[in-house]
């Protein structure tokens, strides 16, 4: 993040008589950066700051890296009844957790989920910032907007959007629709919005920036912020030769991508063979003895268990996958919609559409594949069934245009379309 871009988002936000300014950032560009900088800035204007978050995972990595950024500031943690501190958020003295906010008057900061902060009958502040605000929905936008003078809404455009597993069509097209993210409504209501964008990614090596904004980012492209030689994968042993699972493990640390692909044929949603390939290439990771080289790390360290997530569509494909782990392996084994905004070395993802009879609105979704394909700082294996492409040819996009609906992009045809091509050049037959 630059401090250009700082200095613009809070010139903005502290004049003007416009509601709100928006950040879009790239996958990786310093969201969580900027909120705590931005924080930072605020806090000393004077005034209680109030911070806006989606999940409580996602309000408690924000209020970890808020105590680090501002020692000795007074923090207040929203919380439900049920809440239990996690570790790294409990060890801080300076966080106070209750589930009034009237209780949390000497904080500085006040932190909670948008569900938590819709309950909150009392009080306005003059600012507040919205983490994440693209998986926000509108409507739980409008229950909050009223208690605070500006809001600053950061987030990624081309992430998931709000889900809801109701019917949504009869909202379709209507102003009003609660399905839209929070920034689609602001922007299409407020139109004198300052819109900045944060211009580079932290996150994804050089092999991948490119490929993740031509297919996702259409309008809003960006660059990585390190080139190609600092980033590299390696082993400390060598492989089996021509055995597939090393062979695609080579691939990705010469290339930052892999195909693993398997023969083509239609299957249940829980693939054990895709299973068994993902929890096998997670292993093999690990028995290898990886290395990571980095600007972090520039002799590099070793890739653990931690440092390594399996992403699937489906929360039983998920399941199935962590059930060929052993107990307690450490690795991250989860769904697009729980790895959004983490963060790890290498990522292997299950293809949505591997094995499918059709292409659903749901599996061609462009915010699912982008949230898979962009999660690693150094490699990607993508895992699936041979057959994608033709699929995707005898199913070409046909979902319903309603009217007075925005346009969305980047379609989710055309971005399955343009990742498989590139992982094209980086196949390997299982």
Known sequence: MTGDVLAGVLADLRCGDHPGVVVDSPP?????????????????????????????????????RLVDALPGVPIGRLSGQDYVPAPRIARHPTVRFD????????????????AKWATVTQGEWRWAVV??????????????????????????????????????????????????????VLLRNNPSVAVHRLPVSWRLPASAAPVVSEAF????????????????????????????????????????????????????????????????LARRLLERGGVARSERAPDGAALTPDRIAIGTAHRDQAATVR????????????????LQGR?????????????????????????????????HRHACV????????????????????????????????EANQAMMAHLHHHRVRA
């Open 28 to 64: 990786g560009a310093g969201k969580s950066t900027l909120v705590v900088r931005v924080a930072s800035q605020l806090t000393g204007d004077g005034g209680q700051l109030a911070v806006v978050a989606q999940t409580n995972e996602q309000v408690d990595d924000l209020t970890d």
């Open 99 to 114: 589930t009034q906010v009237t209780a949390l008057a000497e904080a500085r900061i006040v932190i909670g989920t948008a």
């Open 131 to 184: 983490d994440e605000a693209y998986q926000m929905r509108s409507d739980a936008l409008l229950r909050i907007a009223g208690r605070f003078g500006r809001m600053l809404f950061v987030g990624d455009p081309g992430q998931l959007d709000p889900f809801s597993i109701v019917e949504t069509t009869r909202w379709a097209g209507l102003t009003w629709d609660p399905m839209q993210s929070a920034v689609a």
């Open 217 to 280: 980012y259409p309008f809003t492209g960006f660059q990585p912020a390190t080139a190609d030689a600092e980033r590299a994968l390696s082993f400390q042993t060598r492989g089996f030769g021509s055995q597939p699972v090393d062979m695609t493990l080579e691939t990705a640390a010469t290339s930052g991508w892999a195909l693993h692909e398997l023969p083509a044929r239609h299957t249940l949603r829980t693939d054990g063979d895709v299973a068994h390939a993902c929890a096998a």
């Open 323 to 338: 059930s060929l782990l052993p107990a307690r392996s450490g690795i991250t084994v989860d769904t697009a919609n729980r």
């Open 343 to 375: 963060e790890y070395d290498v990522t292997i993802i299950w293809h949505p559409l591997s094995g499918r009879r059709d292409a659903t609105a749901f599996h061609l979704e462009a915010g699912r594949l982008c949230v898979l394909t962009s999660r």
């Open 382 to 413: 993508v895992v699936t069934r041979a057959g994608i492409p033709e699929l995707l040819d005898a199913h070409p996009s046909t979902e319903p245009v309603y009217l007075n609906e925005p346009a969305k992009f980047p379609d989710g045809w």
